[in-house]
């Protein structure tokens, strides 16, 4: 089953103890992307990548950290987590193709609470 | 990535056509209309994409004029599991800037008993 797959999908933590959630696609997509989203923000984009070893910032990068070893992969770090970092997480990936719209699929979220 | 406009907020009663619009007025040739349905705790789900005209598939149809500055996704016969937020994105999959995408607070669709 074509998916996205998200771990862990909830995580309470404490501030200042380095995370990482994981984001993994068996679609071969080329693109992956972070959001993150908080009530009445809306969808907000953190990071993405275009192919391996290729990143980029989106809107809200501050405090992130994002690698691309493997193209089915694009974890993402919080090196020292904090209250503010409390959302509900989204990791997407779709392809990129000629004459083709934006389609996103994307994992079941993360809920992270930093204490 | 064309900036987008959309209602914050929409309700309608069971069984009635619901019609959101999205304004878009400076898409470019390239780009594509592209909507998606997001339910509470779950991450967006793409629902229709169009180009120009009118596309339909089993959920909705998304009608584009003919100078392509709004769309309008329409839903048929909404039940209380439409009830959702509905985002429109405007982009080409293949072009430059097209990667740093903005959702936006879409729109909150209420579907009233």
């Known amino acids: 089953e074509a998916q996205v797959t998200q771990n862990p999908r909830y995580l309470i933590t404490v501030t200042g103890k380095k995370l990482t959630v994981t984001c993994s696609q068996n679609?071969?997509?080329?693109?992956m992307s972070w959001y993150r989203q908080d009530p009445g923000l809306g969808l907000r984009q953190i990071y993405y990548?275009?192919?391996?070893?290729?990143?980029d910032k989106g809107d809200v990068p501050e405090g992130y950290k994002v690698s691309r070893k493997e193209k089915r992969n694009f974890p993402l770090i919080l090196e020292s987590p904090s209250p503010n970092q409390t959302s509900l997480y989204f990791c997407?990936?779709?392809?990129?193709?000629?004459?083709?719209?934006?389609?996103?699929?994307f994992g079941p979220g993360t809920r992270l609470t930093v204490l | 990535l064309a900036k987008t406009t959309q209602p914050i907020s929409m309700d309608s009663y069971e069984g009635q056509e619901v019609n959101i619009t999205c304004s878009h007025n400076?898409?470019?040739?390239?780009?594509?209309i592209t909507w998606y349905q997001q339910f509470p705790s779950q991450g967006p789900r793409f629902i229709i994409q169009?180009?120009?005209t009118k596309v339909t598939n089993e959920v909705a149809s998304l009608f584009i004029p003919a100078d392509r500055k709004s769309s309008t996704l329409s839903l048929p016969r909404v039940s209380l599991s439409d009830t959702a937020v509905y985002y429109c994105?405007?982009?080409?999959?293949?072009?430059?800037?097209?990667?740093?995408?903005?959702f936006g607070k879409g729109t909150k669709l209420s579907v009233i008993p």
């Open positions: 990548s275009m192919n391996v070893e290729v990143t």
């Open positions: 679609m071969n997509h080329e693109y």
């Open positions: 400076n898409i470019a040739t390239n780009d594509y």
């Open positions: 997407a990936s779709s392809p990129i193709a000629e004459r083709s719209g934006i389609e996103q699929f």
């Open positions: 994105l405007v982009g080409d999959s293949y072009g430059a800037g097209s990667y740093q995408l903005t």
């Open positions: 169009g180009y120009k």
